[in-house]
């Protein structure tokens, strides 16, 4: 809420100040702020994993301004992230066809999220302004949590990689269809993760994981021999082995390590983003010589 952007172009947001406009008294910092308050706030519904849906509390944009606009806004802030960035990722890519709005009521936002509902984005309209403004540029779709036909069917038309994160493939929580997630029903414009920021580690996930899950994973790894603290090493081996385009193993999973060095636990505030890596951890030989033979193993050197 209080982000630059905010502050600076109100009128790109859901605010109360987009229904005032004629009625603003800027000298008066307390009717400004007030004005300066959203109408409704950003999340995700209840499912699996979170009970009562997830509450970001960010603001949402003001969908009909920016069309108006022809996305300007959009425009600048891409160009600019394709100047910085080989690839770009853009998170919650199913916001652009519905995105889940939670009501602020008289002022107050709600303490879950659990009230919220969906309402139509963008859509391809302005991925066609991206191309035709900007160009092609390498861009991830992020289309992960409640995936519908019209969210699969908006990743298609953009021709962006989406997203598939192996551990989803064996986990009985509401992740979706889970054999989307299986490797051998890959395409091959897709990204796959053993695990993204949000998720447990490997290691960590196995060791949380009930009885028919865990041999749900030793089943379909083939694999009753290696050792339970190994078993991060086959799971790497069935991502990079996958007919996906690019493959992403986040250096905690490389290092088989537990939860306790999580990047990120969704919908919580205080240790997240906290984990560093130690120089002896990642510039050792024996470390460095196991990425570069699994890589050159399953063929991805480029």
């Avoid at 303490?111 to 035709?132: Q, R, S, V």
């Avoid at 409640?146 to 989803?168: A, C, H, I, W």
């Avoid at 493959?247 to 919908?267: A, Y």
Wanted: aromatic share 14%; net charge negative.
């Amino acid at each position: 809420m209080d982000s630059a952007d905010t502050w600076a172009n109100p009128e790109l947001f859901q605010f109360n100040i987009n229904n005032n406009i004629n009625n603003i008294n800027i000298n008066n910092n307390h009717e400004f702020k007030k004005l300066l308050s959203p109408i409704a706030v950003a999340g995700c519904p209840p499912d699996g994993f979170a009970a009562d849906g997830q509450l970001w509390g960010n603001p949402l944009y003001n969908w009909d301004y920016h069309k108006k606009t022809g996305y300007d806004w959009w425009m600048k802030r891409l160009k600019h992230c394709f100047e910085l960035y080989d690839v770009l990722r853009i998170d919650h890519f199913r916001g652009f066809d519905e995105y889940y709005a939670i009501p602020v009521i008289n002022g107050e936002i709600p303490e879950t999220a659990a009230g919220g509902h969906w309402e139509p984005g963008p859509g391809m309209d302005l991925f066609e302004n991206i191309k035709a403004k900007l160009g092609d540029h390498d861009v991830i779709a992020e289309d992960l949590g409640y995936v519908t036909d019209s969210v699969r069917e908006l990743v298609k038309n953009t021709g962006f990689p989406g997203m598939k994160v192996l551990q989803f493939a064996f986990d009985s929580r509401d992740t979706g269809s889970a054999a989307d997630y299986l490797p051998h029903n890959y395409i091959e414009n897709c990204v796959v993760y053993t695990g993204t920021h949000d998720n447990e580690t490997v290691m960590g996930w196995l060791e949380n994981r009930p009885e028919i899950e865990y041999k749900a994973v030793r089943d379909y790894l083939c694999d009753d021999y290696t050792p339970d603290e190994k078993l991060y090493l086959p799971f790497i081996a069935a991502a990079m082995r996958s007919r996906a385009r690019l493959c992403v193993i986040p250096v905690q999973d490389w290092l088989g390590l537990d939860n306790s060095c999580r990047l990120n636990r969704p919908s919580t505030l205080g240790t997240n983003w906290t984990w560093r890596a130690r120089e002896n951890q990642i510039f050792s030989d024996a470390f460095l010589n196991q990425i570069a033979d699994f890589t050159r193993r399953y063929g991805r050197e480029n």
